[in-house]
């Protein structure tokens, strides 16, 4: 037994200093490199963000344009990437094929285990360039479709509605998009990005820390939660049916995807932000599904605030956005995936720069210390 006092899930722990950014729950915010989020959201391009958490300032038009260029010289996956991906079994889930593909990317990459910060520097640029691509390319596969090619003329977010669908939507469109990638990018020790940090202590590289990342991104009380939310208002099915749903999924003590955070107890700082681009995307698209998916959420908000006093995150409203800019459900983890690799790869760098492998103790429970009994005898 130890003396020390266990914190289960590591609840309430400082585990080491960042300077990438700052969860602040009591005032509900969150700022990347000192930046509030929603003000990065609102005057900002995803590419501004992804430059700021990577560099720690945000960047001049000429420092822009020199890290787009750096972005699009990496575009482009392998045909080998591509043939191994035409072999995933049909049926498995893009976060499965994602984490695949991108251990795939650390295969070939000749120089893995250099660590220094500008060798990392120039991968998490690699990565961040090449995710989008084997998102959609592997959108497309299990469609029965061949990829588009990335193309070096687009912008980031314009690029992947691209290799997606062949075409670019409304700028409106493109925005509400960019702002979840804003949205999405970094918050602090989460659990992938812990996970990260853990699997870089060792000096694994790179590959093997996202790769984790991923892992644990994927399950749906991380970052799934954003496909699960969808999941929930089809099964809703109905805005009449939705507060009848919730006080039942309350009454059997059901976990409602998409509320509730283990750091912010009054309310996500990316949530109002997010909830503007949905609207946004329900007047675009206009149709009566997309008002009545709004009007769902709304009245599921409303009744889970009202009863449990637990607020919806981020991936309440990015779930349904998601949907209606187009995307199939299994992509919208993935997606998020595309965003938080600037994270999670400025948190690698930190780790990286002044190390220590991380290593916490457990308090053991099991049976005390015995003789071991030769097989014969026992
Ligand atoms: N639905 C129903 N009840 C919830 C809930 C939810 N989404 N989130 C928290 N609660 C309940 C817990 O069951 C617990 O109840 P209890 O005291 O009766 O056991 C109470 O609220 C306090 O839980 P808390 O300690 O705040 O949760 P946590 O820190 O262990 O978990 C999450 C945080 C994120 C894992 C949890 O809120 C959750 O599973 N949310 C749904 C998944 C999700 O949206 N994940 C994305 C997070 S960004």
């Known amino acids: 037994m130890t003396d020390a006092e266990i914190k289960y899930g590591l609840a309430g722990v400082v585990t080491d200093d960042t300077a990438v950014s700052k969860v602040m729950p009591e005032t509900n915010s969150l700022t990347y490199r000192g930046y509030a989020v929603q003000d990065l959201a609102a005057k900002c391009r995803f590419e501004e963000t992804a430059y700021l958490i990577w560099n720690g300032e945000l960047p001049t038009q000429n420092e822009l344009d020199e890290f787009n260029a750096k972005e699009k010289a990496e575009r482009g996956i392998s045909t080998d990437l591509i043939d191994v991906m035409r072999k995933f079994p049909s049926g498995a889930h893009p976060m499965a094929t994602l984490r695949t593909a991108v251990s795939f990317l650390g295969l070939e990459d000749?120089?893995?285990?250099?660590?220094?910060?500008?060798?990392?520097?120039?991968?998490?640029?690699?990565?961040?360039?090449?995710?989008?691509?084997?998102?959609?390319a592997d959108f497309r596969l299990r469609n029965g479709k061949d990829p588009i090619p990335t193309t070096k003329d687009l912008a980031f977010s314009e690029n992947f509605f691209h290799m997606c669908f062949g075409e670019v939507p409304s700028p409106e469109v493109v925005k509400c998009f960019d702002i979840s990638m804003t949205l999405y990018a970094e918050h602090s020790f989460n659990a992938s990005t812990f996970t990260a940090r853990v699997i870089a202590s060792s000096l694994s590289g790179i590959y093997s820390a996202v790769t984790g990342a991923i892992g644990s991104l994927k399950g749906p009380l991380h970052g799934g939660a954003n496909e699960a939310v969808m999941h929930m208002l089809k099964e809703v099915g109905t805005a009449e049916n939705a507060e009848a749903w919730m006080l039942d999924a309350l009454e059997t003590k059901k976990k409602i995807m998409g509320f509730g955070h283990r750091v912010y107890r009054s309310g996500d700082s990316r949530v109002p932000t997010m909830t503007e681009a949905y609207k946004n995307m329900v007047d675009i698209i206009g149709t009566d599904e997309a008002k009545m998916y709004w009007e769902m959420s709304r009245i599921l908000d409303k009744t889970m605030v009202d009863k449990k006093g637990i607020y919806p995150n981020l991936d309440f409203p990015a779930g349904p956005a998601y949907y209606l800019m187009g995307f199939e459900i299994p992509m919208f983890t993935p997606i998020f995936v595309m965003s938080r690799i600037t994270g999670w790869t400025a948190h690698i760098i930190e780790q990286l720069s002044d190390n220590k492998l991380i290593r916490p103790l457990s308090n053991y429970t099991g049976s005390p210390q015995r003789d071991v009994i030769a097989i014969e005898q026992r």
């Open 110 to 136: 000749k120089e893995i285990d250099d660590h220094a910060t500008d060798k990392l520097y120039e991968r998490s640029i690699s990565l961040y360039a090449k995710i989008p691509e084997i998102v959609a």
